[in-house]
Structure formats: C-alpha cells, structure tokens
C-alpha cells in the first residue's frame, strides 16, 4: 500500500542555518504529494504541495522538488526562523481521496 | 472565523463514558474527514465521509462512530470511551472539484483525555 516515510525529529537548529527534512514514499500510480506544517495548539496547513515529477512547490521561502526517480520529496529552507519552530509532515495523496500522513517531524529553532 | 470549527477544544472525561465531538464547516465542502494524532505516529485516519449519505471506515474506526448530519456537520462518538482513545482529534475537509489535488484544510483540534 501507500506509505510516506520522514525523517525522526527533533531537528534543532539556530537561527539562519539551512533546514532539510527528508520524505520518501512508497505508492503506486502518480500521486501528488504535500508538506503540511501544524504550529503550536493549532491543526495542519497546508505549505506547499507538487502534483507532478519535477514539479516544485514552494511557499514562505521554504521549498520541496517531487523526484519520481528517487520517490523523494525533501523540504528545504535557506534560512530558518525562530518562527518557524512547528511540526512538519509529508504527506501523499492518490487515487483522489485518501491522504496518506508521515509521522511528522519538530523542528526547533533557537534565537 | 474560522473555516473548519471543533468543540470542544478540550475534554477530559472517565473510562466508560460516551463522547462526541463535533465539527462544522463553512468551506462549503462535500468530503469531511476524522483524524487522530498520537506523538511518533502522525495521523491515522478514524472515518470520511464523501457526501451525506456516503460515510467510509478509515485504518482505525473500532470504537468510533460517526454521523454527518448535514453537508457542513460531522460529528464523532466514542460509544464507550477507554484510555487509549486519549489523543487529539482532528477533523478536516476536502473538495472533490477537479484540480484541487484532495488538499486538506484542518481544525483546531480537540484534546481528548480518558481517565
């Protein structure tokens, strides 16, 4: 079946260093493919997202490339925030319906 | 306002004792989902529903029920709530429109504890 592995957290980084989050997935057809991130005490939002391979969805600086070849879709930032101090999940939808989660990483950013 | 609404925000209740939650959208969407999340392991799908007369089990749906008794309401029951149900809840929704790519858009959640 359909499954999205991320990398463990916690990440802990300092302000202004560069941030990758790692994501593959395991699915069949062409899925599309999502970074929701979840601050502190709210629900999930939507980050960004890419519908198709190569395609790269970007939003608030920060980055993911849908890589079919690899089945990756790593999130990456130049630049962290302290504000950006959340939890990020990968995740994948196929088949129009169903949205498969990863199991979130935290990221920490220190002033 | 918010576009998807949860109550409550918190609840903490006994082992044994019947529960709902409750989610309402104003997004005008027709699929609505139930969600949990336990630390380390991500979301787990507990019920969606398509349509109001169209409700689906998701990966975890033992020990839950659900009714969507409008297009904009969709609520959860723990007939019979156990400890292990502690956890937060989410609900969410989703447009079926073409092109839309089944995006999310989330509550606040609910911070369930069984006692």
């Known amino acids: 079946g359909n499954s999205v592995t991320q990398m463990e957290g916690p990440v802990t980084l300092s302000e202004e260093a560069f941030l990758t989050i790692n994501c593959t997935y395991t699915?069949?057809?062409?899925?599309?493919l999502f970074w929701y991130v979840q601050y502190p005490g709210e629900g999930l939002q939507l980050l960004l997202k890419?519908?198709?391979?190569?395609d790269k969805g970007s939003n608030k600086g920060f980055e993911a490339t849908y890589r079919k070849e690899t089945t990756s879709f790593h999130l990456e930032k130049g630049s962290v925030q302290v504000s950006d101090s959340a939890v990020y999940f990968c995740?994948?939808?196929?088949?129009?319906?169903?949205?498969?989660f990863g199991a979130g990483t935290r990221l920490f950013v220190k002033a | 306002d918010a576009d998807v609404t949860q109550t409550p925000r918190n609840r903490i209740t006994k082992t044994g004792k019947r529960i709902m939650l409750e989610c309402s959208q104003t997004?005008?969407?027709?699929?609505m989902y139930w969600y949990r999340q336990d630390p380390g392991l991500g979301l787990r799908l507990i019920y969606y529903?398509?349509?109001?007369?169209?409700?689906n089990k998701g990966e975890i749906s033992d020990g839950y029920s659900v009714s969507r008794q409008a297009q904009a309401k969709f609520s959860l029951s723990l007939e019979s709530a156990i400890p292990n149900q502690t956890a937060l809840y989410f609900c969410?929704?989703?447009?079926?429109?073409?092109?839309?790519?089944?995006?999310?858009?989330f509550g606040p959640g609910t911070r369930l504890t069984v006692l």
């Open positions: 997004k005008g969407h027709d699929r």
């Open positions: 699915a069949t057809g062409y899925p599309s």
């Open positions: 995740a994948l939808s196929s088949g129009g319906f169903k949205t498969i």
């Open positions: 890419a519908t198709k391979a190569d």
């Open positions: 969410a929704t989703s447009d079926s429109a073409e092109g839309t790519y089944n995006e999310q858009f």
């Open positions: 529903s398509f349509d109001v007369k169209d409700i």
